[in-house]
C-alpha cells in the first residue's frame, strides 16, 4: 500500500482518488487488456477521459 501511495505522489497523482477510482473499475468489470491504463503514470480520472466522437 505505501507504494502506491509513493508513486502517486512521484506522478502527482492524489492516491486517496486514484486508489477508490482503480478500485471501482477493477469491480466493474475493467478489462485485463487495460490494466495498464490503471497503474498511476497512466492513470486519468473519469471526467478527465476524453470521449471518442461519434463518426
Given at each position: 500500500m505505501l507504494s502506491i501511495?509513493?508513486?502517486c505522489k512521484l506522478c502527482g497523482v492524489?492516491?486517496?482518488a486514484?486508489?477508490?477510482d482503480v478500485i471501482e473499475r477493477i469491480q466493474n468489470d475493467?478489462?485485463?487488456s487495460r490494466w495498464d491504463e490503471?497503474?498511476?503514470w497512466n492513470w486519468?480520472?473519469?471526467q478527465e477521459m476524453t470521449l471518442p466522437l461519434a463518426a
Open positions: 501511495i509513493e508513486t492524489d492516491a486517496e486514484y486508489m477508490a475493467w478489462p485485463a490503471l497503474m498511476p486519468v480520472r473519469r
